[in-house]
């Protein structure tokens, strides 16, 4: 009996904490963010393929009763070609839509791809991060450089990924480190 009400306790108190949403693409999405962040009412807005515009148009998903919003993007868009000048315009709109809402959001540097992808693409993530992260700076807005902790050189450490792009365990592990303090 008492451990059942300790469970219950648990599902309050986990429920009533501020909600967090984790938005992007499928890179936020092949992580179970709850079981990471057990502690916390974290819900997985991630969809494989999504493009920032793509997040965009499904933004208003994001209900009202969330506290803070991160967003980790961009990789799908320059693999489909789209310039850095209008994947960050739309990243704007995105950012500015969900403060719109009342949301604190927190903007995750793009991730660089292993040595195996074309590297044109690591090219382009650098140039967007360096937009997001002026962005950011001006408007208040915190930038989180995960590629500080995942990457070296300009390129995602393969102990890191299984296939260039995505993470495995031990990368979602250290993003979760990462991102624990601003999430309390």
């Not at 660089?112 to 950011?136: E, Q």
Request: aromatic share 10%; proline share 1%.
């Amino acid at each position: 009996m008492i451990k059942l009400l300790l469970i219950l306790l648990f599902i309050v108190e986990l429920y009533a904490a501020d909600k967090i949403v984790m938005l992007g693409d499928s890179i936020t999405y092949r992580t179970n963010w709850q079981m990471m962040l057990k502690n916390y009412n974290i819900q997985n807005m991630g969809i494989n393929g999504d493009t920032v515009k793509d997040i965009l148009n499904r933004a208003d998903d994001v209900q009202p009763d969330a506290k803070k919003v991160f967003i980790m993007a961009g990789i799908n868009d320059i693999a489909k070609g789209y310039s850095v000048k209008s994947i960050f315009a739309i990243y704007k709109q995105l950012v500015k839509k969900l403060q719109k809402k009342g949301l604190k959001v927190y903007i995750q540097s793009t991730l660089y791809t292993g040595n195996r992808i074309d590297p044109s693409y690591n090219k382009k993530v650098k140039r967007l991060n360096a937009l997001l992260r002026k962005y950011a700076r001006e408007n208040d807005i915190r930038f989180i450089d995960l590629n500080r902790y995942l990457s070296r050189k300009g390129s995602l450490k393969r102990k890191y990924t299984n296939d260039e792009v995505h993470l495995n365990r031990y990368g979602y592990s250290l993003w979760v480190n990462v991102i624990k303090n601003y999430i309390k």
